[in-house]
């Protein structure tokens, strides 16, 4: 039962999912958003220009129709006339296309923006399939659209059916007013209707919108074996994850090993903690710790300063507190400043002595003072 659960889509798409969907092309759409905010857009700047819309036709039609006696005789006067008539037409109402135009266009805003993608255009040869083709016909969504179509149509019918109703006296009364007084009527009833089909499409897409996003999201929806896998290739099998840090574990001890040859002096426990110190005067401000360890990271730090005859000096105290308060490549602590110049001081005797083979071998410093609160060994902590 859980291994069903489990491949059941039952979970909402994951940030990732949407993101992979658009860039495939695939964006929740509403038709009817579209066809209101285009009708709205043409309706809206006919109401607002209408009354210089139809002066401008007048003149227009006025122009058409007279022609002097010379133009009537003249073969390419009206292939000329029907040419600048037809763009003066087209201005005046390129306006309102332009405008319905961008409505249209900005239509995808109200779904986050427009999503440009390569895979839409893309030969799908299971597109032409006619089995797929048919379980499209037949399936849940071409029925819910089925459905929708048939109840925008009674709506838009029952609404222009009320607008007639509602008019009709207006309707019967065009027939005896003169000309001018029935065209603005006329335009007065047009515009009426247009506003009703848009409130009727403004309701259509206020049921939609909401549908198609439903109906989007559901098809996204993910299985909790799919969560599951995307958490591993964001996150990284744990598996994999924990070889990379031990890769980057070993790489940095290497990197580690390498600068104890180039240390000045190695600090240790004896056995438990080793700490590799290097200074240099005109480069650092205090001694830099260049390697540290315990155990087996230890005893091969001692092992590298025997091999390289790096001085290695027994100090449990100021082992311990530096492995404790200094990290690789940090300088010491202040607190240490004291202790560790007297082991600077004592690699310095024994470079000396190395370097002249006179007098007697400098001994290494009896007992440094390490503050108790840094030792982690001390028993007043």
């Known amino acids: 039962m859980a291994e ?22 695939q964006v929740p759409q509403s038709r ?5 905010l285009v009708m709205a857009t043409g309706v809206g700047a006919i109401w607002a220009f209408g009354g210089w819309l139809a002066h401008r036709a007048g003149d227009i039609v006025s122009h058409g129709l007279v022609f002097d006696r010379k133009a009537a005789f003249d073969p390419e006067f009206m292939g000329a006339s029907f040419v600048n008539l037809s763009w003066e037409a087209l201005m005046l109402v390129a306006p309102i296309f332009l405008a319905t135009i961008v409505a249209a266009l900005l239509t995808p805003v109200a779904f986050g923006g ?11 040869p299971m597109r032409m399939d006619p089995l797929r083709g048919l379980q499209r016909m037949f399936s849940w969504q071409s029925i819910a659209e089925l459905v929708k179509s048939v109840l925008k149509a009674f709506l838009l019918g029952g609404i222009i059916w009320w607008v007639v109703r509602h008019e009709q006296d207006q309707l019967f009364a065009l027939i005896a007013q003169p000309i001018d007084v029935a065209l603005a009527s006329t335009g007065r009833i047009l515009i009426f209707a247009a506003l009703a089909m848009v409130a009727g499409l403004a309701l259509i897409a206020m049921i939609d919108v909401p ?29 994999l994850k924990a070889r990379i840090r031990s890769t980057q574990r070993e790489a940095a001890r290497r990197r580690m090993m390498s600068e104890v040859p180039k240390a000045d002096v190695v600090v240790t426990n004896p ?3 080793a700490v590799a110190l290097k200074y240099d005067a005109g480069k650092m401000g205090a001694p830099t710790v260049v390697a540290k360890g315990m155990n087996l990271v230890a005893q091969k730090i001692r092992e590298l300063a025997d091999e390289h005859k790096v001085p290695v000096l027994e100090a449990p105290p100021l ?11 940090d300088q010491i602590p202040a607190t240490l400043y004291t202790a560790v110049a007297e082991v600077m001081a004592y690699v310095y005797q024994l470079n000396q002595y190395a370097a002249s083979a006179m007098g007697l071998m400098p001994r290494p410093p009896a007992a440094i003072a390490v503050p108790a609160e840094l030792d982690p060994g001390s028993p007043e902590r």
């Open 4 to 25: 069903d659960s489990d491949l059941e889509r039952t979970e909402p798409a994951s940030s990732r999912r949407i993101e992979q969907a658009r860039a495939e092309g």
């Open 32 to 36: 009817e958003l579209a066809a209101f």
């Open 114 to 124: 427009w999503a440009f993608s390569s895979k839409a255009l893309t030969p799908d």
């Open 211 to 239: 549908f198609q996003l439903w109906q989007y999201y559901s098809r996204l929806k993910m299985t909790r074996e799919e969560l599951k896998q995307e958490y591993k290739e964001m996150e990284g099998d744990p598996q």
């Open 271 to 273: 056995t438990h903690f």
């Open 319 to 329: 082992a311990r507190a530096l492995y404790r308060h200094a990290e690789i490549g």
